[in-house]
């Protein structure tokens, strides 16, 4: 059981995620079942920054917020508003680690999702990976318990 009361408040049994090909055959080793899925990057996951250099030194400044002032003269922005993809993962796949006495029905809770499902959204336009979530075994795959309107919307 994971102590964590913040992200597993109903102290659910924890399904770990392997991401490298030495990880999940060492769980293996270990009794666990890989249940072994492609990691796919979601259009929807996605931050933003434009860069701004100052014409007298040329330092540059990086922001991802659209408040950010650099009206004075000395600065020029010089890269625009740029959406990207803000994510990086060690390998194109990973690996729920199943325990052999998972039962089917059982619900879970995977601290790491392989899958890119969007857990909170900035006005500003950024929209960020929901990093855990509770899940229910099926015998064959985890059933993510989620829904897109319960993302958290944050203004600023």
């Known amino acids: 059981m994971s102590h964590d009361l913040k992200n597993n408040p109903k102290q659910l049994r924890v399904i770990k995620t392997a991401r490298t090909e030495t990880a999940i055959n060492e769980a293996a080793r270990c009794g666990f079942w890989p249940l072994v899925k ?3 990057a979601s259009p929807e996951i996605r931050s ?3 860069i701004w250099q100052n014409r007298i030194t040329g330092e540059i400044e990086v922001d991802g917020d659209f408040r950010a002032n650099y009206g004075h003269e000395e600065w020029e922005q ?3 508003w740029t959406f990207y993809y ?3 993962f060690e390998s194109p796949f990973a690996a ?3 325990p052999a006495d998972l039962k089917v029905g059982e619900r879970v809770f995977i601290e790491d999702l392989i899958e890119d499902l969007v857990g909170m959204v900035w006005n500003q336009g950024n929209a960020y990976r929901l990093e855990s979530s509770e899940a229910i075994w099926t015998g064959n795959d985890f059933e993510i318990q989620y ?3 319960n993302a958290r919307f944050v203004i600023g």
Do not use: Q
């Open 96 to 98: 729920y680690l199943v």
């Open 38 to 40: 492609k990691v796919e």
């Open 78 to 80: 010089v890269v625009d």
């Open 147 to 149: 829904e897109r309107k």
């Open 48 to 50: 933003k920054f434009a």
């Open 86 to 88: 803000p994510v990086k």
